[in-house]
């Protein structure tokens, strides 16, 4: 069975600090998806980011960025200068493909950014 | 392009009632799924439809259920309403299966079960 473990639950940081986010995960399959979805407090999640199990290659977005690594089973997300509007809830989430496919999140992590 | 669509907003119900929740996807997406989140749960997968089918179900009872139309617009039905189903209810789309599309969500309905 899937499974996402996001173990921080709140983290709380002054801005322009950066941050890292933890998501391990748990899967039988190969082949696999892992994606980041932020849910500011307006509630509205956006998704941010997806890797396939084939793409280990880490990825940068501007202040964003994303450590895969299948060998610890990890999709660790780092923001880097952190600012008070990157304060929201955070998912990390898995799928397996298939005919019965689902995409399973994680707890979420609260991300609070102070001034 | 409009984003995804959900009515009501907000949903106070009693204990016993049922109640009918709606989506609209963002045009030419073709898959709606449904999930609950709770402060407790978390966010918890209810269903999938694509092209008018249910694709999968999550570990939710017989009262939860749902349509797709042609249009792809979708409903969730929940009967016979237990305290327990108060809850923020999110569609999201996608132009493929949700499995490895990312999703668009809506702003949710949030339901409160008196």
């Known amino acids: 069975a899937q499974k996402v473990t996001q173990a921080q639950t709140e983290i709380s940081v002054v801005e322009k600090e950066d941050v890292t986010l933890d998501c391990v995960y748990e899967t039988r399959d190969t082949t696999y998806y892992l994606f980041w979805y932020k849910q500011p407090p307006s509630g509205e999640l956006v998704f941010l980011i997806r890797r396939n199990s084939f793409d280990e290659q880490n990825e940068i977005s501007g202040r964003y960025s994303w450590n895969f690594q299948k060998s610890t089973s990890s999709f660790n997300f780092t923001i880097t200068a952190s600012q008070v509007v990157d304060s929201a809830v955070y998912f990390c989430a898995l799928s397996e493909p298939g005919a019965n496919s689902k995409l399973t999140f994680g707890k979420g992590i609260t991300l609070s950014v102070r001034p | 392009k409009a984003g995804v669509t959900q009515t009501p907003r907000y949903l106070i119900k009693t204990r016993g009632q049922q109640v009918t929740l709606s989506c609209s996807p963002i045009?030419?997406?073709?898959?709606v799924s449904w999930y609950q989140q709770t402060p407790g749960q978390g966010l918890q997968f209810l269903f999938e439809y694509f092209s008018e089918t249910q694709r999968n179900k999550g570990n939710f009872p017989g009262r939860f259920s749902g349509r797709q139309f042609s249009n792809s617009r979708s409903e969730m039905n929940v009967s016979t309403l237990e305290l327990g189903d108060s809850a923020l209810y999110l569609c999201?789309?996608?132009?493929?299966?949700?499995?490895?599309?990312?999703?668009?969500f809506g702003n949710g309905t949030r339901l409160t079960v008196t």
């Open positions: 045009s030419g997406h073709r898959s």
């Open positions: 999201a789309s996608s132009p493929d299966r949700a499995s490895y599309s990312p999703l668009h």
